[in-house]
């Protein structure tokens, strides 16, 4: 289930937990986890309850972030996100499979606890360190992950990195991330939160990068950023219309017993290249509603 943006909420700010579903992101973020000061997590975990309680349908995707497991906040944390409304919680600082199989035994017990089906809720690392990346092949193979988030901010601390404007410094962790994803079968990991709120045009050349790259989503701290989000990783016309073309001559050679087909600026199509355009259409497919005007 693609999401092109997650929009995170502080879970102790009353007034923005009140706003955020109704912000147009396509996934909703209760963070209770570095946005709540320690102090306040407790409040954080009964205003999140509260804000569950009164999720109307259709509703954003709707995930909690929780504390890390090295933390003594996260079973706490689980115990709330046990919820119907909740797609899945995202783990901060995750590290290790033990990690993830520690959470997913405490989900097991929170869902049995609220009646949902054991595996209900699926798992998002969020990979910010250099043993997390060393790790994210072992995570991948568990069975409740759906996708890894990056995090760049802590990521480049860990690994005392000064990250430019080209965000080169993160290039090798971002690429490792989206081979493994692919590997494991799992969704394409979801780009970091670009925090220069003012930068609109620095957030698209960066989104762009990581769409490029093979990520698919990005994290987002401020609605002003959602347009921009969903323009990047929305097909456009052009690319739909391609796709279409590349799908529709592939068909005609399998219909004439060819198993590869040419179009007419001399493209070679082979099975790949229409898998990539069948993804495409298939995208277009989804986010036609949520952007009519990239529909054709």
Same mark, same amino acid.
């Given at each position: 289930?693609?999401?092109? /943006?997650?929009?995170?909420?502080?879970?102790?700010?009353? %007034?923005?937990?009140?706003?955020?579903?109704?912000? @147009?992101?396509?996934?909703?973020?209760?963070?209770?986890?570095?946005?709540?000061?320690?102090?306040?997590?407790?409040?954080?975990?009964?205003?999140?309850?509260?804000?569950?309680? %009164?999720?109307?349908?259709?509703?954003?995707?709707?995930?909690?972030?929780?504390?890390?497991?090295?933390?003594? =906040?996260?079973?706490?944390?689980?115990?709330?996100?046990?919820?119907?409304? &909740?797609?899945?919680?995202?783990? @901060? %600082?995750?590290?290790?499979?033990?990690?993830? $199989? +520690? *959470?997913?035994?405490?989900?097991?017990?929170?869902? $049995?606890?609220? @009646?949902? +089906?054991?595996?209900? !809720?699926?798992? &998002?690392?969020?990979?910010?360190?250099?043993?997390?990346?060393?790790?994210?092949?072992?995570?991948?193979?568990?069975?409740?992950?759906?996708?890894?988030?990056?995090?760049?901010?802590?990521?480049?601390?860990?690994?005392?990195?000064? &990250?430019?404007?080209?965000?080169?410094?993160?290039?090798?962790?971002?690429?490792?991330?989206?081979?493994?994803?692919?590997?494991?079968?799992?969704?394409?990991?979801?780009?970091?939160?670009?925090?220069?709120?003012?930068?609109? #045009?620095?957030?698209?050349? /960066?989104?762009?990068?990581?769409?490029? !790259?093979?990520?698919? @989503?990005?994290?987002?701290?401020?609605?002003?950023?959602?347009?921009?989000?969903? #323009?990047?990783?929305?097909? %456009?016309?052009? $690319?739909?219309?391609?796709?279409?073309?590349?799908?529709?001559? =592939?068909?005609?050679?399998?219909? +004439?017993?060819?198993?590869?087909?040419?179009?007419?600026?001399? $493209?070679?199509?082979?099975?790949?290249?229409?898998?990539? *355009?069948?993804?495409?259409?298939?995208?277009? #497919?989804?986010?036609?509603?949520?952007?009519?005007?990239?529909?054709?």
């Amino acid at each position: 289930m693609l999401a092109r /943006s997650y929009l995170f909420v502080p879970g102790d700010n009353e %007034k923005l937990l009140g706003k955020v579903f109704n912000a @147009g992101a396509d996934a909703v973020v209760l963070d209770l986890e570095d946005a709540v000061a320690p102090a306040n997590k407790t409040r954080a975990r009964e205003m999140v309850a509260a804000t569950l309680q %009164k999720v109307a349908e259709p509703a954003p995707l709707l995930y909690i972030r929780i504390n890390a497991i090295s933390t003594p =906040f996260w079973r706490d944390d689980i115990a709330v996100a046990a919820h119907p409304s &909740v797609r899945g919680i995202r783990i @901060g %600082k995750a590290e290790s499979l033990a990690e993830l $199989q +520690a *959470a997913d035994n405490e989900l097991s017990l929170a869902e $049995q606890r609220v @009646g949902l +089906a054991v595996g209900t !809720l699926r798992v &998002v690392p969020t990979v910010e360190s250099a043993v997390g990346l060393m790790n994210a092949a072992e995570m991948a193979r568990h069975p409740r992950i759906e996708a890894f988030a990056f995090g760049a901010a802590d990521f480049a601390k860990d690994i005392n990195a000064d &990250v430019d404007e080209h965000e080169t410094q993160t290039l090798f962790a971002r690429a490792q991330l989206v081979v493994l994803s692919r590997a494991a079968n799992i969704q394409p990991p979801i780009a970091s939160v670009f925090t220069r709120l003012q930068d609109l #045009e620095g957030l698209r050349a /960066s989104t762009e990068r990581q769409r490029r !790259l093979g990520f698919f @989503g990005r994290s987002c701290i401020h609605p002003s950023q959602l347009p921009i989000i969903h #323009e990047v990783f929305t097909p %456009k016309a052009e $690319q739909i219309n391609d796709a279409r073309a590349v799908v529709a001559a =592939f068909e005609r050679a399998q219909s +004439a017993g060819a198993g590869v087909a040419t179009l007419a600026n001399g $493209q070679f199509v082979d099975a790949p290249l229409v898998e990539r *355009a069948r993804a495409v259409l298939s995208l277009a #497919e989804v986010f036609a509603e949520a952007c009519p005007e990239d529909a054709v």
